[in-house]
């Protein structure tokens, strides 16, 4: 007690209280450093995401470069040591790795071009029920329900491969037959007074295959956002031409994806056919556009 007495005795209370921790402040100030550090850290690792991305690329290729640059001047030397015999042909078997992945990327750009969903061994790695799946999502709305993927042998160009055969199919049912009688009346006055008529639209099958089986184009490379969405507008917009004029669609893919799909375009109504002809035949003499 009397030590106690002689400690408050020699300090003023005020100091004595500041001279006793705090556990709310040191908890507050440690939240707050811990809180500034986290944002530094997230700050840094995004910073180096942002950098590290492109420079990946400039990476791998600088590392090709100085490689061939490598070879290149091991085998101009003459006298090579037995280290240096080890790193030519460590050299040349990296390059051949690299040369393999680059064919390989090729190849698959290749088979893209044909069906999106290809990779280098084409499209086994999809059953048919996968790919049916795949080619519904890209359908538009209110368009064809009665849609099948089969594996099956078909004749292309280079002779019978095997393939997967796709078809559309715009009548199935008592109901489907009946809308038609519909859809006459529809088809014969639009082709006469409607500029767009999608009865009176040409289709493309070509482009429909294209758009179904999101084939990434070669030849669509490099161009501007805003133009890619336009042509896939427009692809998506040949199979609603199709459906509204009652057309079936059958798609034919090589399994391997090595050259083009081959389309067919069948009339699925001779209703249809007799109310568009007379109607686009009338709007020619009558000068509409």
């Known amino acids: 007690m009397q030590f106690l007495s002689s400690f408050y005795d020699s300090k003023p209370i005020e100091e004595v209280y500041k001279s006793k921790p705090n556990p709310q402040a040191e908890n507050s100030r440690t939240k707050q450093s811990k809180g500034e550090t986290d944002l530094k850290i997230k700050g840094s690792v995004k910073q180096k995401l942002i950098v590290q991305a492109p420079l990946a690329v400039e990476k791998e290729v600088m590392g090709r470069s100085s490689l061939l640059k ?3 001047l091991l085998e101009a030397k003459k006298d090579r040591t037995l280290l240096e015999n080890y790193e030519l042909m460590k050299a040349k ?3 051949a790795i690299l040369a393999a992945a680059d064919a390989e990327s090729a190849l698959t750009k290749i088979k893209k071009n044909v069906c999106g969903f290809a990779d280098i ?3 086994s790695k999809y059953s048919n029920d996968t790919l049916l799946h795949l080619i519904k999502a ?3 709305e209110n368009t064809y329900e009665n849609v099948y993927v089969t594996k099956e042998p078909y004749t292309f160009e280079m002779g019978v491969k095997q393939s997967r055969k796709i078809e559309l199919l715009r009548s199935e049912s008592f109901i489907e037959n009946v809308a038609v009688f519909f859809d006459m009346f529809a088809a014969f006055f639009s082709s006469i007074a409607v500029p767009e008529s999608d009865f009176r639209s040409s289709v493309d099958g070509d482009s429909i295959a294209d758009e179904l089986l999101d084939a990434i184009k070669i ?3 490099g161009l501007p956002a805003g133009e890619k969405a336009k042509i896939r507008a427009e692809k998506r917009q040949q199979i609603t ?3 509204r004029q009652w057309l079936s669609i059958t798609i034919w ?3 391997k994806c090595n050259y083009n799909a081959e389309v067919k375009l069948i009339h699925g109504s001779q209703i249809i056919r007799w109310a568009i002809a007379p109607g686009i035949i009338l709007n020619n003499l009558i000068g509409r556009k």
């Open 121 to 123: 061994n084409g499209l």
């Open 70 to 72: 490598k070879i290149q």
């Open 138 to 140: 890209r359908l538009p």
């Open 253 to 255: 893919v090589p399994e």
């Open 93 to 95: 078997y990296d390059e």
């Open 241 to 243: 031409h199709a459906f």
């Open 219 to 221: 030849g669509e490379e």
